[in-house]
Each structure stands twice: as structure tokens, then as C-alpha cells.
């Protein structure tokens, strides 16, 4: 059957000599993968965390759709030349390639996604957008933390919850810290936050992703954050 889907790149395999295999996260079918035949020797651009229009056929017995035709659905001119923005997107890709392989369409996170990435190629600051990023995707896999009280002096990462009564040895105090993150969660302004507070507060989130998200692990992608963005 012959079908056109739009969808992210999340990343790419090799199949054969000329060909590949394609991971999307569609609108419509959530995570699908595809065989693009002769893509090698086209010598076709295959941007990760591109918005792509899908041309495909697959027949009803195969996990894999054939890709005909692949089109650019959006073509942006900074992501993909500057280098803290190619470090974003190697950041999104990283979270999105461990968290989306088990996701049905979701039109909500195949739009945050989109409007994200739109977002890192049309802001001047990039700062800020690992730990907005990260906080507000959590949220949509329904991991948002809880709010015991609304005055709450500890973010208890274990039991993920803002509370005045943490318990465990997972745990963050630091009263800037914990408006920074609660602020995170909560889509609040955080422009005026020294760099070294958002850098403690990315870290914090990684560790409560960490445990909360089956089998995920952003190591080697927060050493080239740390060693770039926040240096």
C-alpha cells in the first residue's frame, strides 16, 4: 500500500552499500522504520532530526516501509551549521532516541518536537534550551514531577516530587536551584539564572530522567554539553 507520512529523523543504520535503514517518529503512525534504497548513492542529505514528507510503500506483512520519495517538509539554515546548534540537535536526538522507540502517534509530542526544533534555530540564546527542553518532553511521557506544597524548599529526584519532607539520599536543596527547576516544569521565565545555576539544574534533571526512564543514559552527550555550552 502506498502512503505519505510526515516525519522526524531520529536517526539512520546501515543496510547495504547503497541503502539505509531510516528510524522515524511520524505524525500519524508514531515511530516507523523504513528501507531507503539507493539514498548512498544519491547522495541524498540526511539531516538527523529532519522534518521530512514521506513517500512510501509497505506491504502489510513487513515491520518496514519502502521510501520512494523524500521530500524537506521544513528547511532550517542554522541548526545544521552552527555549532552549538548542532550540539542541541545531538542532544534532542540522544533523549528522543532512547525514550521514542515505544510511542504510538502522539500528535502532542510530534508537535513539541516539531515546534522545538523551530525554536533552536530561531533563538540567539542557546543556553536555556537543554534543561526547557528536557523538563517539558518529561512532562509529556508523564514524568512531571509532583508538587506537595507549593512552597516546597527540596526536590526529592527519587520519589520525584517537590517537597518540604524529602526522604532517601536523592535529593536537592539549594533554594536557587529548586526555583530554577521548579520554574522548568512550570514554563516560567528563567533568562536571569547564571549559567552555572542552569547547568547544575540540567544536571539535576538528567539524573531524575535517569531514573525514572527505563535503560536511559545521556553520559557522553552531557561531556560535550559541559565541555561546550556551559564552559
Do not use: C
Request: without cysteine.
Amino acid at each position: 500500500m502506498k502512503s505519505k507520512e510526515l516525519g522526524i529523523l531520529i536517526d539512520k543504520h546501515h543496510y547495504s552499500e547503497s541503502s539505509s535503514i531510516l528510524n522515524f517518529y511520524t505524525l500519524e503512525k508514531g515511530f516507523a522504520s523504513f528501507i531507503f534504497k539507493g539514498v548512498k548513492k544519491k547522495g541524498k542529505s540526511l539531516n538527523q532530526l529532519g522534518l521530512y514528507e514521506i513517500s512510501y510503500f509497505k506491504r502489510p506483512e513487513s515491520e518496514l516501509g519502502i521510501i520512494q520519495a523524500m521530500d524537506y517538509a521544513w528547511t532550517p539554515s542554522r541548526i545544521y551549521t552552527e555549532p552549538q546548534k548542532v550540539m542541541l540537535v545531538f542532544f534532542m536526538a540522544d533523549v528522543l532516541k532512547q525514550t521514542i522507540k515505544q510511542q504510538g502517534a502522539d500528535p502532542q509530542i510530534f508537535e513539541y518536537v516539531q515546534a522545538q526544533l523551530i525554536d533552536l534555530e530561531t533563538r540567539n540564546t542557546d543556553f536555556l534550551f537543554p534543561t526547557q527542553f528536557l523538563s517539558q518532553y518529561m512532562g509529556l511521557l508523564g514524568y512531571a514531577p509532583l508538587f506537595d506544597e507549593d512552597d516546597a524548599h527540596a526536590f526529592d529526584i527519587e520519589r520525584g516530587v517537590f517537597t518540604n519532607i524529602p526522604s532517601g539520599s536523592k535529593f536537592v536543596q539549594d533554594p536557587v536551584l529548586i526555583t530554577f527547576l521548579k520554574a522548568q516544569f512550570l514554563k516560567e521565565p528563567t533568562e536571569n539564572y547564571p549559567k552555572e545555576v542552569i547547568r547544575k539544574g540540567l544536571e539535576v534533571l538528567v539524573r531524575y530522567a535517569e531514573l525514572h526512564l527505563p535503560n536511559f543514559s545521556l553520559k557522553v552527550t552531557m561531556e560535550v554539553i559541559r565541555d561546550t555550552l556551559y564552559a
